[in-house]
């Protein structure tokens, strides 16, 4: 998969690189562009935190004296000293897509997850991500008042929780502590379902290549029967040159097949030459009969001798 960057077309000319350049020379302006993409791969919401100067500098390789690099990034600009360490300067606004790459991958996987086996295994193969979602609908839900009735009654969170541990058989499962919070009896039930009462159901398996090959076929619509003046013999080799060439007749085709035919007959051509032309040259439609070379010679022959004859 690609993994790609933002670089601003007016980067070369800001004043921040040219400040760059002049302290460290050309190599300052590549090692730049060499710390934007190795953040947008390693570090993909541009925080550099736990990482030392040294770490920095020797993720792309620098050359140069220690330490000047990262000194004069932070001098110009292009980093900004944290709590935690270092963070490219204004990331959220130059690499906004990869800011949220890692939010954007695991709600695809969760989403994945659900479809294929169900929100009850999604959950248990992404436990963390699930409790964010239920902080996130427990802080929805305080706007409506669930939180404050949560509140005023502590009791009822641990009544749910004893319920639970004395009925196994109601498929939650135990909170681990006495006084369980809403959000580990909210885990409890999106692991087992919208009620807590069974887990939720997983999708049927895909069925494997063999059963689809071996699923019965939708049965095609059978070709009409070919007129009395139709050649029996020349029409069933036609649609068996046609079937074995995986192009087989639709009822659609045959009938504009047929009327070509008439047409050709009209015209002079024997239905039966037309076919078997068709068939003995592996085309796909029916075209006028043509007349071989030796019959043109003898036709020539023929003329001459009849002016001979005048």
């Not at 792309?60 to 709590?83: A, N």
Request: overall charge neutral.
């Amino acid at each position: 998969m690609t993994i790609d960057a933002r670089l601003d077309a007016g980067l070369p000319s800001h004043p921040k690189t040219k400040k760059l350049i002049r302290r460290l020379g050309p190599q300052g302006g590549w090692y730049l562009v060499c710390l934007i993409l190795w953040t947008r791969v390693h570090r993909p919401d541009g925080n550099l935190a736990g990482m030392s100067v040294e770490d920095i500098e020797l993720a792309i390789d620098w050359t140069g004296e220690h330490g000047s690099l990262v000194r004069e990034l932070v001098s110009v600009g292009f980093l900004d000293e944290t709590d935690d360490g270092f963070a490219l300067h204004d990331w959220e606004t130059h690499q906004p897509w990869s800011t949220g790459a890692a939010d954007r991958s695991e709600r695809s996987k969760w989403a994945a997850l659900c479809k294929r086996h169900g929100r009850s295994e999604a959950a248990r193969r992404m436990p963390e991500y699930a409790q964010r979602l239920l902080a996130a609908e427990e802080n929805h839900a305080s706007g409506t008042g669930t939180a404050a009735a949560s509140s005023e009654n502590p009791a009822a969170s641990t009544e749910c929780a004893a319920a639970s541990s004395e009925n196994p058989a109601s498929g939650m499962r135990p909170a681990s502590t006495p006084h369980a919070t809403g959000r580990q009896l909210a885990l409890d039930a999106l692991l087992t379902g919208e009620n807590g009462s069974a887990p939720l159901p997983s999708p049927l398996p895909s069925p494997s290549p063999k059963e689809r090959a071996s699923a019965p076929a939708v049965p095609s619509r059978a070709l009409p029967d070919p007129p009395d003046w139709m050649p029996a013999d020349s029409w069933a080799g036609f649609v068996e040159s046609r079937k074995k060439a995986k192009h087989p007749l639709t009822p659609r085709a045959a009938d504009l097949i047929t009327k070509k035919l008439l047409q050709l007959w009209q015209e002079g051509h024997e239905p039966a030459e037309v076919l078997d032309q068709s068939t003995r040259n592996g085309w796909r439609d029916v075209f006028p009969v043509r007349e071989s070379r030796q019959g043109a010679v003898n036709g020539i022959q023929q003329q001459a001798r009849r002016l001979r004859e005048l």
